[in-house]
């Protein structure tokens, strides 16, 4: 009755491990586990990115009553509004602009705290991510009442030292600057903390070898720190550059795109086309063509830093 | 093992409850007629979503359906955001709350409502003409005129101010309860005295910005000189004589207005009422609410009146927000129900009261109402807010346009932005030339 019962159990223990195997073969395919994992996020990007973005594409070659389809006459039409090649002056100024701030003063900043003993560091770090931290919808209410036309607490700071009102939002060049302004303090501490993290992995032994060579500061800086950190930098330049082209919500809150459309980027003047001005057509194709913009940016910034691995 | 055998007994029951069940006189479940549901506009003024409320409650009630209300806000836009998703997923609420232009924007998605129309009319009186501009298309209506949020922008001063600095006595001149004797509040006086109360350092506070505010004043005053930018059969007409002969008055206007007037926003006049530095903004009874509630001494001394008179007439600016049933709404009987209900007289007057009056019927019989009459202080402030006595045409700005153009050059504040590019020192032609490229850009179908 035994042997009988294990003569039945084998061919099934045999099929199990043989199942086991298998998933373990599977397993260990590296690739295979990988696309598992990044199943879930691949399906959100698929939805929530790729599909709206082809779904704008759709949008963009249709009439304004979105009944028959027009082609490329969307865009043909915007490349001969004085207003959009105003908007992509803007919005590169503006990107560029920001981008360079916030990589100078996270870079400052990401060496002074790196030079605070690591005791008291946590403490500095925390502080100084807060405004990257707080969503900038309700940071840039704050600076949109310090800004304000007729009550702002910096011209009252200002009037107090004899300083005439500073037309914050009121003058396009001043407009300019405001956005510009908020959008480096809300974005300079993301530089800081990926500089920080790569100046922590500069190996001290190299400092050192410098060091009893006699290099100064500055021989440190260009021929040390910044080489080692040279892919960092690219990669949050180009990850920056792409942020703040698209950014939308400080410059509606701020300044909504006056005065006289000074300040409107790309996404502040698609929502006022396509969605205040119920032509989505036209403002899906304004936002479509930050991609060939930003496509170029991150060829020429991606090919670098390959070239650089390549290298090494 | 069961047996299929049915005994007498059973058999005899079964046959009684069934000739019960089919005898049984039909019962109307609590919600038989279906469901509803609703995109309102979430009310600025707290507590005023609460008449809107128990009303669709008490109908829902009395015709046994299912009513789901949603309050959405425009703070950014949020109800121009759902109607556009709703719009192109072809589905969402049934009815929905569309602001001025949005009825236009989706005329073919909308359910034609003349049935509810000529039925509101004959109960409630004609409904105004900007009404007539934006809820009918090709001649069918669309969408039912909206008591919450509907709204008159014209201008409220202050009593004591104008008074001193500008010799303009605003209660003499729109007396509580009697017919206005603004015979001489012409666009000359506004001027004359704007420069005056600028002079004595209480400028009158009109934005020159890009939102809705500063747009729909420009409107009013352009339409008062006849100005439009482009006329009724969407012919551009931008280089026109009164085009700059309005240019030229605001020019002047503009000299005495706040410096920082293009940065406004539409809270910008609220706060420079509120605060006490001017002597008059345009803008519906909400500031005056505020200022009651947080400088009552201001309150007392706010008084809402008509727009001057220019050669053309006195345009004052109103922004109706309209009812409008989608076409895939799954119980248009329901829907039409409600929004008969919804702007029946008393329902009317109930949300007039709960919103402090800051709502506005369209129908030509409900502007006496008594929210408005007895509204204080000072007793009568808001008298003439409804335009009691029809001595200003209530327009909206780009009027008398192509509603589909009209919402561009609205959208765009393409008249404050010309005003603000003359101001900043540029050319008149320089300016109009400007303007009628942008209006051309609009003209695309």
């Known amino acids: 009755m035994s042997d009988l019962a294990v003569r039945h159990a084998a061919p099934g223990a045999t ?49 304004k009553r979105m009944e028959r389809f027009v082609g490329l006459s969307n865009f043909t039409f915007l490349f001969t509004r004085e207003t959009f090649w105003m908007v992509v002056r803007q919005s590169c100024i503006f990107a560029v602009s920001a981008v360079i701030f916030k990589a100078l003063i996270g870079f400052t900043v990401a060496h002074l705290v790196h030079a605070i003993p690591a005791k008291g560091q946590r403490k500095w770090r925390g502080m100084l991510l807060v405004p990257w931290v707080i969503p900038p919808a309700l940071s840039t209410l704050t600076w949109l009442w310090l800004f304000d036309p007729s009550y702002s607490a910096f011209n009252y700071v200002l009037a107090g030292i004899g300083i005439g009102p500073v037309p914050w939002t009121g003058d396009a060049l001043w407009a300019r600057v405001s956005v510009i302004l908020v959008n480096i303090w809300y974005g300079a501490p993301f530089f800081m903390i990926m500089y920080l993290a790569a100046l922590k992995s500069v190996p001290a032994e190299l400092y050192e070898v410098a060091a009893i060579d006699g290099a100064t500061f500055w021989q440190r800086l260009f021929y040390i720190t910044l080489p080692m950190m040279r892919n960092i930098i690219a990669i949050t330049t180009l990850f920056s550059l792409i942020v703040t082209f698209a950014n939308f919500d400080i410059v509606w809150i701020l300044t909504a795109g006056g005065p006289i459309d000074r300040t409107h980027v790309f996404a502040t003047w698609a929502f006022r086309l396509g969605i205040q001005g119920g032509d989505i057509p036209l403002g899906a194709s304004v936002s479509l063509v930050m991609i060939p913009l930003l496509a170029v940016a991150a060829i020429f910034i991606l090919r670098d830093v390959n070239k650089r691995a390549e290298r090494m | 093992m069961a047996k299929g055998r049915v005994s007498r007994r059973r058999f005899l029951g079964t046959s009684a409850a069934s000739a019960a069940l089919v005898s049984m006189p039909f019962v109307r479940g609590a919600h038989a007629a279906g469901s509803v549901s609703v995109g309102f506009w979430d009310h600025w003024v707290p507590g005023a979503n609460k008449a809107t409320e128990e009303i669709c409650r008490a109908w829902a009630e009395k015709e046994k359906v299912d009513i789901k209300m949603d309050f959405i806000t425009s703070q950014g836009n949020k109800n121009l955001l759902t109607i556009a998703a709703e719009a192109q997923a072809k589905s969402g609420h049934d009815v929905f709350a569309f602001p001025t232009w949005y009825v236009h924007e ?31 298309v090709k001649g069918r209506w669309l969408a039912v005129p909206a008591t919450p949020g509907s709204q008159i922008k014209g201008p409220c001063s202050r009593i004591d101010l104008m008074k001193q600095h500008a010799g303009i006595d605003v209660q003499a001149m729109y007396p509580a309860g009697e017919a206005p004797k603004a015979d001489n509040w012409t666009m000359d006086t506004f001027l004359k005295a704007a420069e005056a109360c600028h002079k004595a350092g209480f400028p009158f506070g009109i934005g020159l910005g890009q939102t809705t505010d500063s747009v729909d004043t420009a409107g009013a005053i352009f339409q008062s000189f006849g100005a439009a930018l482009v006329d009724k059969d969407g012919k551009i007409t931008v280089k026109s004589d009164a085009v700059r002969q309005a240019m030229e008055w605001y020019a002047k206007l503009a000299r005495f207005l706040p410096p920082d007037a293009p940065a406004w926003d539409d809270a910008s006049n609220n706060k420079w009422l509120v605060s006490g530095r001017g002597a008059l903004i345009c803008n519906p009874p909400s500031s005056w609410a505020v200022a009651k509630r947080d400088a009552p001494d201001i309150a007392k001394q706010c008084w809402t009146h008509g727009m001057p ?29 409600l929004l008969m209900a919804l702007s029946h007289a008393d329902a009317i007057g109930k949300m007039v009261e709960v919103s402090v009056g800051y709502d506005l019927p369209a129908y030509e019989k409900l502007t006496t109402l008594k929210t408005w009459a007895e509204m204080e202080p000072p007793r009568g402030t808001l008298y003439h807010y409804p335009n009691p006595h029809n001595h200003q045409t209530l327009s909206i700005a780009a009027a008398p346009a192509p509603p589909n153009i009209a919402n561009q050059i609205y959208n765009q504040a393409i008249m404050t932005k010309m005003v603000a590019r003359h101001l900043g020192g540029e050319r008149m032609d320089a300016t109009l030339a400007w303007a009628e490229s942008e209006v051309e850009g609009f003209m695309r179908g």
């Not at chain 2, 053309?312 to 009987?333: A, C, D, E, M, T």
């Open chain 2, 309 to 337: 008179a220019g050669p053309h007439g006195r345009f004052s600016p109103y922004l109706p927000y309209l009812w409008g049933i989608w076409s895939f709404s799954r119980n248009k009987p329901a829907a039409k129900s």
């Open chain 1, 15 to 63: 099929s199990a491990k043989r199942e086991r195997s298998r998933l373990r073969v599977f397993l260990r395919q590296r690739s295979t586990v990988a696309f598992l994992f990044t199943l879930p996020l691949i399906l959100l990007v698929g939805v929530l990115v790729i599909y709206p973005a082809f779904y704008a594409l759709h949008l963009a070659t249709l009439n």
């Open chain 2, 106 to 136: 989706h005329a073919n998605q909308l359910e034609p409502v003349d049935d509810l129309m000529t039925e509101l009319i004959k109960q409630n009186g004609n409904v105004n003409g900007t009404v007539d501009y934006l809820a009918k």
